[in-house]
């Protein structure tokens, strides 16, 4: 992985990805203390940045490639199937049968054929494996691919030119995690075009693996289980993205679901988004831990906003102004 993969993947995406704002409130300047600045990418093709690595991925796919396989809980899922549609690709997607309806509905409505399993008693990648084998298909994994990760970073370099636009050459980056994917690819992509911002992991509270990784030094493994931010659930961080997280990345931040929740509301509130609990939780860190953080300004990723009716009214419900942070 280096930056020159990163910036052709910027060639490719161009006219195909959408270029989402850096937004700000000074509602949310005055909970946070400092600047807060929200990269949007909950604007971004199928509601997440997951369509810049699956364009990325697919439009470096070998000619003889007949199709594609994924498999994602649900945004990486959206991505992979809306590019494949652009291509003229057939692709196949295996998501947990607990995903949330909605991202199994978009899935199967941007014309991908989706394949349900049991997440607790059955092996992902030996299912996805196997399957790929019998029916020819390329598989695009949702983190630990390069041109995936090459992808991802694009959001890096878009982020690094509007930080300057808006006079911050200094801060700190936070970015929703799960395998690494986005973490790496925006890292590798501020380490060349903008030194002064630095990447920081954030994850919800019972699955911070990346965060134990960082404080060890090592990968370490959590049992794999179901939480509110679905779409970051992973047990460990992948085999690429891990090396360049462990030298580009401060300490890893924890928030709660209920800092989560909060910030699902202020996001409606104060910036008009919609965000998913997996795509707030950086700027629940901004928001809440303010101490953890360094810097006049903050720039925190809203990496997808594909949220089930119920949970984004629950939010609204137990968010509002009156919860407890």
Request: glycine residues 10%; proline residues 6%.
């Amino acid at each position: 992985m280096n930056i020159e993969m990163i910036r052709a993947a910027a060639r490719r995406l161009e006219w195909h990805a959408r270029r989402t704002p850096l937004l700000s409130s000074p509602f949310l300047d005055e909970i946070a203390g400092r600047r807060v600045l929200v990269k949007a990418e909950c604007l971004q093709h199928t509601g997440s940045f997951k369509f810049r690595g699956a364009w990325s991925a697919l439009t470096a796919l070998p000619e003889r490639a007949h199709g594609v396989l994924a498999f994602s809980s649900g945004n990486h899922a959206q991505g992979v199937a809306y590019a494949a549609r652009l291509r003229g690709l057939p692709s196949v997607i295996l998501m947990p049968a607990d995903a949330p309806a909605i991202k199994v509905a978009n899935t199967r409505a941007l014309g991908a054929e989706v394949v349900l399993y049991d997440r607790a008693r059955e092996d992902r990648d030996a299912l996805g494996a196997a399957l790929a084998e019998k029916r020819g298909l390329e598989l695009i994994q949702p983190f630990d691919h390069p041109q995936v990760i090459a992808g991802q970073g694009t959001t890096g370099l878009e982020i690094a030119e509007q930080a300057r636009g808006e006079g911050v050459e200094s801060a700190q980056v936070l970015v929703c995690c799960g395998g690494g994917g986005l973490t790496s690819g925006i890292a590798l992509a501020l380490e060349d075009a903008a030194p002064g911002l630095q990447p920081r992991t954030v994850e919800p509270e019972g699955f911070d693996d990346v965060a134990q990784s960082l404080a060890r030094g090592e990968i370490v493994t959590l049992p794999l289980r179901t939480g509110l931010c679905d779409a970051i659930v992973t047990p460990a961080p992948g085999k690429l993205t891990w090396p360049i997280l462990k030298r580009l990345c401060g300490p890893g931040l924890v928030v709660t679901d209920a800092q989560v929740l909060r910030a699902m509301a202020l996001a409606y509130e104060r910036l008009k988004l919609v965000l998913e609990p997996g795509g707030a939780v950086a700027l629940a860190a901004a928001l809440f831990q303010p101490e953890a953080l360094e810097g006049a300004a903050v720039i925190v990723t809203a990496s997808g906003g594909n949220v089930d009716r119920a949970v984004f009214m629950r939010a609204l419900r137990e968010g509002g102004e009156d919860a407890p942070r």
